[in-house]
């Protein structure tokens, strides 16, 4: 460049950190993790997952076609699905409630009632028998607090159940990154909309506040996926 000597870009986060979860009590104490996006703008780019073939993966078909001519099965293929799925999120968001699963996937943000729900309906279409499951309350292992709700899936195979969710690229079968506090309970409709209720007077709250200071959108609401408010 001429005139001058190129600027350094600032270094960015290379360890992602575990993810979740929707804890409106941490804001004060997260700090101001913000967003550069109004709902009303420009939306992220949905993740880079893609087919063999390069065209990109944005629906349940795609994920659950890209799943299957990995070659993959048993705990191998759930793995591959839950992986999958992670890759195509960009954001964590408990900001986009409104957002069904499936156009949540597409949209490349949402949170766990979300992203681990379509993750079952892609495993059911593999042919995997998928019971949804929520806790009020989980504890991460790198957090000594504890956070709100958090939604995941128990898939059973060959006899064995085991936890899956999609919340972290490092997750397998069985092998998740935290540990419920509170009953793990079956995921109901009832309940779902419980939580969303709960949740989304805090959301809508905490926006407007961030707009009216120009604060910036707090990061247990809204951040990248994969790492930690």
């Not at 600027?7 to 804001?27: I, M, Q, V, Y």
């Not at 993790?33 to 709902?39: K, L, T, V, Y």
């Not at 909309?193 to 709250?205: G, K, Q, R």
Request: with cysteine.
């Amino acid at each position: 460049m001429r005139g001058g000597t190129p600027k350094t870009p600032s270094p960015r986060p290379t360890t992602p950190r575990s993810s979740d979860e929707e804890d409106p009590t941490r804001a004060g104490r997260c700090g101001g993790g913000h967003h550069p996006r109004r709902p009303g703008g420009s939306r992220p780019r949905a993740g880079y997952a893609r087919r063999s073939a390069g065209r990109p993966v944005r629906t349940v078909d795609d994920a659950v076609a890209a799943c299957r001519a990995s070659g993959k099965a048993g705990w191998e293929l759930v793995d591959e699905a839950t992986q999958l799925v992670h890759r195509m999120y960009t954001h964590y968001s408990c900001w986009h409630f409104w957002l069904s699963p499936e156009t949540s996937l597409a949209a490349g943000h949402g949170h766990s009632g979300q992203y681990n729900i379509v993750l079952g309906k892609i495993l059911e279409q593999l042919g995997f028998q998928v019971r949804p499951v929520h806790a009020a309350r989980v504890r991460l292992d790198h957090h000594p607090w504890y956070h709100t709700g958090h939604s995941w899936l128990r898939v059973i195979h060959q006899g064995k159940e085991l936890d899956v969710c999609a919340s972290r690229l490092g997750n397998t079968a069985g092998n998740v990154a935290f540990v419920p506090a509170t009953e793990v309970l079956d995921r109901t409709r009832l309940n779902s909309i419980d939580t969303t209720l709960a949740l989304a007077p805090i959301v809508v709250a905490s926006v407007w506040k961030s707009w009216l200071t120009g604060s910036g959108i707090q990061s247990w609401m809204y951040r990248p996926f994969g790492l930690s408010a």
